[in-house]
């Protein structure tokens, strides 16, 4: 930091918080924070399907804690209302790529087919996948792609 720059006021509470902010952020905050709830909803679901599916397919587990990080609310220079931002963004948008990575382990085993249009997501191991047209010796591939997956993450 310079030292023409300002330091930020780390004890600046929610009351001094939410007069300084925004309407318009103030209005919209209520529909950020219920996002939470389809979040945890998505954690819990996510967590028990791949229990229980994961070990019948030998498919390796997602482990959580590498996807969901919640430590920028450690930082001191945040304010209170900073923090609470940070443990949110670090818990829902861990949650939506511990999902993607949980359903793109799927994805791998069971149908390891590019789609034919562009995806505008793409995860790791998409681009082992066969060809969207690629019919021949498809159960074989399929099943070295899954020894790969297997290989790749135990």
């Known amino acids: 930091m310079n030292k023409n720059d ?3 006021d780390v ?8 007069a300084r902010t925004k309407i318009s952020y103030l209005i919209t905050m209520p529909f950020i924070a219920m996002m939470i ?8 679901f ?9 070990p019948v397919y030998k498919i390796p587990k997602v482990k959580r804690s590498k996807y969901i990080i919640i430590d920028r609310h450690h930082l001191s220079h945040l304010n209170f209302m900073e923090k609470v931002f940070c443990v949110f963004c670090g818990y829902v948008n861990g ?5 993607a990575e949980i359903g793109s382990r799927t994805e791998e085993f069971w149908c ?4 034919k249009k562009k995806t505008g997501f793409k995860h790791a191991r998409y ?4 060809e969207y ?9 399929r099943k070295n792609i899954r020894l790969k997956m297997k290989k790749d993450l135990d």
Do not use: G, M, T
Not at 37 to 43: E, F, Q, R, T, V
């Open 6 to 8: 300002k330091k930020p």
């Open 11 to 18: 004890k600046l509470f929610s009351s001094k918080f939410f």
């Open 37 to 44: 709830i389809p979040a945890i909803i998505a954690d819990i």
């Open 46 to 54: 996510a967590s028990i399907y791949q229990a229980i599916n994961f």
């Open 95 to 99: 949650v939506i790529q511990y999902c």
């Open 112 to 115: 390891p087919i590019k789609h």
């Open 127 to 130: 681009d082992n996948y066969i």
């Open 133 to 141: 047209e690629d019919s021949q010796e498809y159960h074989q591939k």
